[in-house]
């Protein structure tokens, strides 16, 4: 009686470790799972803001540009006009006024720190990616978890990337593609 009673419990505590491993592989499968899909949601929101603050800084920084290259020319015109001898003396030291190119440091500085920023967002999400498809495909979690399906993400890149991946070589290094 003594030695059923040890069989039942050691049965019983081996049954009770079984069933929480179990609950605790699927509750961290279902947790990677939900983070994931949140993870994707923040990545097209952080792509989106990306692409509207390079976008809208560039259409400024264009639009100053276009102004400048408008009233440049009557603002230089208007001073010099009536004056005869002695013109380029004067435009040479007088304080003419400038291109600002702080809106173009600006514009890349935030190209700089909103593509670091979304390089962070998909790495977050290459990782939890990689922990699920872990999660499913090792054990023990394979034997509680393993028959659910792998999320399956996207990463963002170019067409340039994925041909430089494919073969290897990179040789196109010309920044403004001057060809």
């Not at 002695?86 to 190209?111: A, H, R, W």
């Amino acid at each position: 009686m003594k030695r059923l009673a040890i069989i039942g419990a050691v049965v019983l505590g081996i049954a009770f470790i079984i069933v929480f491993v179990g609950v605790s592989t699927s509750n961290r499968e279902i947790t990677l799972r939900s983070q994931i899909v949140a993870q994707k949601q923040l990545c097209e929101a952080s792509y989106d803001k990306l692409w509207k603050i390079i976008s809208q800084k560039a259409q400024v920084a264009e639009k100053y540009k276009e102004t400048f290259k408008d009233i440049y020319p009557q603002l230089i015109s208007s001073r010099y006009s009536n004056e005869g001898s002695g013109v380029l003396m004067k435009f040479i030291t007088e304080s003419n006024p400038n291109f600002d190119v702080s809106l173009y440091k600006d514009l890349m500085s935030s190209i700089e720190a909103e593509r670091t920023s979304f390089l962070m967002d998909q790495k977050k999400l290459m990782d939890l990616s990689n922990q699920h498809r872990i999660t499913l495909s090792t054990f023990p979690g394979s034997l509680f978890v393993g028959g659910r399906d792998n999320i399956e993400i996207t990463v963002v890149s170019s067409d340039n990337t994925k041909e430089v991946m494919r073969t290897g070589k990179e040789n196109n290094i010309d920044v403004f593609n001057s060809k």
